[in-house]
């Protein structure tokens, strides 16, 4: 697959776009482009949807433009960027930005891969009424998207429903050789301390959180709670309320080292693509819990939970036994390496750019 693209195009260019640079989408986009160092990566992007988080520059692009945060200059701004850097393909990374980039392509003639990060039409806390119309808008985009890249298992299965003409490509979630979390190593305080990690939203449910807070101190009050992100002020509050100290956003080796102090993680979504920080834990061996939802099904069994008296159960067992990461973690390891990601991005390129 490498020889036959890059002989086709030796300095094939990926012009990514994304509105929401920002937690996980920017740790996944920053993975691909050292996954692919080979082509020339071009960033379009702007943190819109990231509360108190500054945006950073991703690494081994070789340009980056600021995507405007309003809807119409935005699907210009792809329009535009596309036309001044002649992209072979554009990479579009979240719902909006494939909307954006499949808009601007009825200009500009580039191949649309789409990943979408946690497609919207999925999400359960979203209305029927809701859901089915951003199904809607999915399929009518679909016309324009040259291949779907699901980057879980779940979310190709979904993205497979919307047009049955667009090849499907999982491009699994994976760190990179250099990122810190192959490095350091779970090191639990002496003292039990729970986290959760990333953006302070619905999405991510706060409250589930809150409830497993209050579920464990009912049998533990000695145990110390952790939220490593920010996001929505009223949901901030109500978890500094409950006794949880919020870090802020934290990054890059600093993430990594409060993820490795952690007793546990215990992750609290409602709703994924498939998480980075999930692969930041178990890779550094952090004991780590997650809500039993569909985009989480590669995660052991054992290590999924449906209420938050079922997390408070799981919680207490592991503070009692301090047991390392189960290895029931390893087939979930090798699925999401840094080399099977990088076969399934040349092969999604592959297939947007050749006939």
Wanted: aromatic share 8%; hydrophobic share 40%; charged share 20%.
């Amino acid at each position: 697959v490498f020889q036959r693209l890059y002989l086709w195009k030796e300095a094939m260019r990926v012009l990514h776009v994304t509105e929401c640079l920002a937690g996980g989408v920017q740790t996944a986009l920053a993975g691909y482009v050292k996954a692919t160092p080979e082509l020339d990566h071009v960033v379009l992007a702007n943190s819109r949807r990231g509360h108190n988080i500054t945006m950073r520059e991703v690494e081994g692009s070789s340009a980056f433009y600021v995507l405007p945060t309003n809807h119409l200059a935005a699907v210009k701004k792809v329009a535009k960027v596309a036309r001044e850097v002649r992209p072979d393909v554009i990479h579009a990374h979240s719902s909006f930005a494939g909307a954006y980039s499949r808009i601007a392509t009825l200009c500009v003639n580039v191949p649309v891969v789409y990943t979408p990060h946690a497609i919207a039409y999925g999400r359960p806390d979203f209305s029927s009424v809701k859901r089915a119309a951003y199904k809607g808008v999915e399929k009518l985009l679909s016309w324009k998207t040259k291949v779907f890249a699901g980057c879980s298992v779940h979310e190709s299965e979904l993205l497979s429903d919307l047009n049955a003409r667009v090849p499907v490509v999982t491009i699994p979630n994976a760190l990179p050789p250099d990122h810190p979390a192959q490095e350091l190593r779970w090191g639990a305080s002496s003292s039990p301390v729970v986290g959760m990690v990333g953006r302070i939203n619905e999405y991510r449910d706060p409250q589930r959180f809150i409830d497993i807070v209050e579920s464990v101190r009912r049998h533990n009050s000695d145990v110390e709670f952790v939220w490593i992100g920010d996001g929505d002020d009223a949901q901030r509050d109500a978890l500094k309320a409950a006794g949880v100290h919020v870090t802020g956003w934290l990054g890059g080796v600093d993430l990594q080292k409060k993820l490795t102090e952690l007793s546990m993680l215990v992750y609290t979504s409602r709703w994924d693509g498939f998480p980075m920080v999930i692969l930041e834990a178990i890779n550094s061996h952090v004991p780590t819990f997650v809500s039993n939802i569909a985009p989480l099904k590669e995660c052991p069994e054992s290590a999924r939970f449906d209420t938050a008296e079922q997390a408070s159960s799981l919680v207490l067992k592991q503070l009692e036994q301090n047991q390392p990461l189960s290895q029931h973690w390893d087939p979930l390891l090798a699925a999401h390496s840094f080399d099977s990601q990088k076969q399934a991005l040349i092969r999604a390129y592959e297939l947007a750019t050749v006939s």
